[in-house]
């Protein structure tokens, strides 16, 4: 099983706080309807005890604000716990950020979606082992299983998944090397959010 949280590429950071409440309001009423459904959180007896699944948005400066590493467990977040993206070169394995904490260690995932589709404002990355073993019943897009999350590997596998337009119009792909893991994306946090509690709640419906 590979580890949540371990970063994997390298970080060239400022240490500042880089959003205010206004921009995180959609964000936090989503990670609390994910978190409440299991989605995002901590488990110590899941995945090793380390924190899992992220969320982020596209800034109208073409930046990204994403959940800091390691913040699943804490039951409210605030302009401290995120992270901006301000710069990365999945050629390098190199991001640029900005905050008072690290970026997730799934920025370069959320980065291939975005740079996938102008019109993606927002992507969540949740953990949910119906939909996962679902996947394939599901018709979900799926990575390469030997494509491990994190790395520049996985951010190339993602663009060649959303090359294809039906798997784009999907909005969400399951992670094939990465247990449980499922990417959802839209133009509204609603749409992104719903498209995830949907598949939940039918998954689950048909176990």
């Not at 969320?55 to 400066?61: A, E, G």
């Not at 499922?182 to 419906?205: M, N, P, Y």
Request: aromatic fraction near 8%.
């Amino acid at each position: 099983m590979i580890l949540e949280g371990i970063i994997k590429f390298q970080v060239r950071h400022e240490t500042c706080v880089c959003c205010r409440d206004s921009d995180i309001e959609e964000l936090t009423k989503w990670r609390n309807s994910l978190k409440a459904a299991g989605l995002v959180g901590q488990d110590a007896t899941k995945y090793g005890g380390f924190g899992f699944g992220n969320l982020s948005k596209r800034m109208p400066d073409g930046t990204f604000l994403i959940t800091a590493s390691q913040t699943g467990h804490l039951e409210k977040l605030t302009p401290e716990d995120y992270v901006k993206i301000i710069a990365s070169d999945p050629a390098q394995n190199l991001v640029c950020s900005q905050g008072i904490q690290r970026p997730s260690s799934e920025t370069l995932t959320h980065l291939a979606v975005y740079g996938s589709n102008p019109r993606v404002r927002f992507v969540f990355h949740v953990h949910s082992h119906e939909i996962w073993m679902a996947r394939d019943d599901l018709g979900l897009p799926t990575t390469n299983p030997a494509v491990e999350c994190g790395t520049p590997e996985m951010f190339y596998e993602v663009q060649r998944l959303l090359k294809d337009c039906c798997n784009q119009q999907k909005g969400v792909l399951a992670m094939g090397g990465h247990t449980d893991g499922i990417l959802a994306w839209g133009e509204t946090a609603d749409e992104t959010g719903f498209s995830l509690l949907l598949l939940l709640r039918h998954t689950t419906l048909q176990s």
